[in-house]
């Protein structure tokens, strides 16, 4: 499974931002799909995962952007969205999609659950 993320860029405080992450060489349909993401000098974080054993209807968030960001997954595309509302610059980071095909349920938000990984993309927010 390759994984491509695209839409990042540069935005003010209070903007908006869509993230989108396509899947190309498999069906991610049953595969668990998630966001994280890495700013300068500090760990890869959990930012929300969205599940695939309810067809997707279930969505975990950090509590960082619970309220602001949403994740959605369209199965007929195969890609995975991040709306992000109301950015702060602490939101400033390299966001990564990623794929867990084991569809891990109590450990969905763990890095570790995650097999495959896009190549990230800038997102940065200016106060």
């Known amino acids: 499974v390759q994984l491509q993320a695209s839409g990042g860029g540069l935005v003010q405080a209070g903007g908006s931002l869509r993230l989108s992450c396509a899947a190309s060489g498999r069906t991610v349909n049953r595969y668990n799909m998630g966001w994280f993401r890495q700013a300068p000098g500090k760990e890869r974080e959990f930012v929300a995962a969205?599940?695939?054993?309810?067809?997707?209807?279930?969505?975990y968030y950090s509590d960082s952007v619970r309220g602001r960001f949403t994740i959605s997954r369209d199965n007929a595309e195969n890609t995975v969205y991040l709306q992000m509302n109301s950015l702060k610059p602490e939101d400033t980071a390299v966001y990564y999609c990623?794929?867990?095909?084991?569809?891990?349920?109590?450990?969905?938000?763990?890095?570790?659950?995650?097999?495959?990984w896009g190549q990230g993309t800038q997102v940065t927010v200016s106060s």
């Open positions: 990623a794929a867990d095909p084991k569809g891990s349920r109590s450990d969905i938000h763990l890095r570790t659950s995650y097999e495959y």
């Open positions: 969205i599940n695939y054993w309810t067809g997707g209807s279930i969505a």
